[in-house]
């Protein structure tokens, strides 16, 4: 870097110019620093900003005639060209107007794949690193307000390799002429990482269709619960054996809301003990359950009612799913039938006594 010119007089509001520039160009360099968690960097810049500090108070004590102190500006310049040289972040300085880079940082290098030679008094149009209309692009971004933060390109390095980067411009005066300061941020792995998530989202929201089609199609009722055991979705056959939307819960405890009863022991069902509940609570799979339910229309009804649990990516239980199928037609005729061989067996016995009766108070005696 060429030295500051440091003659009396008017020269010295330069110098402040060019401090007060290196000062917002350096705190711009830390805030990426400390959002990068780059704590060494960032400790290294925090000396930088003070010598600066030093130096502008020295400038301000040599405009009202008191002895400046602290940093000279030889070792502020120091100071800025170690950060710029070990920097991280790739950095560039390229001469004004002309765009010519006149110095470039090793993770410059490293990102692109040139050496110093091959990029030192060419402009990253001339390298290929750029194309002139992207570049023209930034340019105008950069007239508008005169500096420019974060700014999202596309840029090719040596090999044609296509990277992702956000890239903030400065201008910086050294001496006479003016310079800018380009921060490049390598966001390729971070945009790579944003479209697999994006993609993974996507193929998500297509699952959940599909998952919702058949669960719409399929002629029993399908519930998914949370953890607590409160419905996230359930499909249409559900709402229907059930008389409608189910109420309103909480947990697994609420579900006392819903009255039914086991159907050999006409006992109620407890909160604890409905399949859904042990699936959550006890991560197993629960069959076969026969309940008699009173539907929230008041109508009585009989379901096989199945759970099993949904195990998240670390074996942890986030929810179950719940199936639901109603018999209560297949459980009429059982009792239809459980009746008739009652009666088939009254009718037998009395068959069997008329048979064998010797006379006919014995066979009163027999059948009644």
């Known amino acids: 870097m060429e030295p500051v010119n440091k003659s009396a007089g008017g020269d010295i509001s330069g110098l402040a110019q060019h401090l007060a520039e290196a000062d917002a160009a350096l705190n711009r360099l830390r805030q990426q620093c400390r959002q990068d968690g780059n704590d060494q960097l960032e400790a290294a810049i925090d000396q930088a900003l003070a010598a600066v500090h030093q130096a502008r108070q020295g400038l301000a004590d040599r405009e009202t005639g008191r002895e400046p102190s602290g940093y000279t500006p030889d070792e502020i310049e120091q100071l800025f060209t170690a950060i710029f040289e070990s920097s991280p972040y790739a950095l560039s300085l390229a001469s004004m107007p002309e765009g010519t880079l006149v110095m470039v940082n090793e993770a410059y290098l490293d990102l692109f794949g040139f050496t110093r030679q091959e990029v030192i008094g060419k402009t990253s149009v001339e390298v290929e690193i750029t194309n002139a209309d992207s570049h023209a692009l930034m340019a105008e971004e950069f007239q508008k307000s005169g500096s420019l933060h974060n700014f999202e390109v596309s840029r090719s390095t040596k090999t044609g390799k296509l990277l992702n980067l956000s890239i903030s411009l400065d201008w910086v005066n050294v001496g006479s002429d003016n310079y800018l300061l380009t921060t490049i941020h390598d966001q390729t792995s971070h945009k790579q990482t944003e479209r697999a998530l994006e993609a993974s989202h996507l193929e998500a929201l297509s699952d959940r269709q599909r998952l919702l089609r058949v669960m719409d199609t399929i002629p029993i009722g399908v519930g998914i619960l949370d953890a607590r055991g409160v419905n996230m979705q359930v499909n249409r056959h559900f709402e229907v054996i059930w008389g409608g939307p189910r109420p309103q819960i909480s947990g697994v405890f609420d579900y006392s809301a819903m009255h039914a009863w086991w159907a050999d022991s006409n006992l109620p069902v407890q909160p604890e003990e409905w399949a859904s509940a042990q699936a959550i609570h006890k991560g197993i ?84």
């Open 285 to 368: 799979t629960v069959t076969g359950q026969v309940l008699k339910i009173q539907r929230l229309d008041g109508a009585i009804a009989y379901i096989h009612n199945n759970a099993a649990p949904i195990f998240d990516a670390h074996g942890e239980i986030s929810g179950c799913v719940v199936a639901i199928q109603e018999i209560t037609e297949l459980k009429q005729h059982e009792d239809e039938i459980r009746r008739l061989n009652r009666t088939l067996r009254a009718l037998s016995n009395s068959n069997q006594a008329m048979l064998h009766a010797v006379d006919e108070q014995e066979l009163l005696n027999k059948t009644c």
